[in-house]
Nanobody, 125 residues
Framework: QVQLVESGGGSVQAGGSLRLSCEAS????????AAWFRQAPGKEREGVAS????????LYSDSVKGRFTISRDAAKNMIYLEMNSLKPEDTAVYYC??????????????????WGQGTQVTVSP
């Protein structure tokens, strides 16, 4: 069974950077997506970035495109999210997730079977 543990969250001033890490205790098999989601108080959980295991195809939400970078190291069972030029609206609990997908990743939460506990990211203006 896959277990995910996030780390690297914290508080930062607007314009700053953070690097989130997610350790997956299970293998990242082919056909699986690895993704980062976030959820702010009172808001729906939204996809931030995803990467497909077979092809390395990456998807970003429009709100983070050009600022965030997702990467993975399957051999080490690690997923990363490099966040630059952070904005106050990036404040949220960030979750890593994995799940099976037929050829590409999406930001539909139900397609992700395993979730981490979340790590808080707070961006001050």
């Amino acid at each position: 069974q896959v277990q995910l543990v996030e780390s690297g969250g914290g508080s930062v001033q607007a314009g700053g950077s953070l690097r989130l890490s997610c350790e997956a205790s299970g293998l990242l098999y082919s056909g699986y997506c690895a993704a980062w989601f976030r959820q702010a108080p009172g808001k729906e959980r939204e996809g931030v970035a995803s990467i497909y295991g077979d092809t390395g195809s990456i998807l970003y939400s429009d709100s983070v495109k050009g600022r965030f970078t997702i990467s993975r190291d399957a051999a080490k069972n690690m997923i990363y999210l490099e966040m630059n030029s952070l904005k106050p609206e990036d404040t949220a609990v960030y979750y890593c997730a994995t799940g099976y997908s037929r050829g590409y990743c999406s930001f539909v939460p139900k397609t992700y079977h395993y979730w981490g506990q979340g790590t808080q990211v707070t961006v001050s203006p």
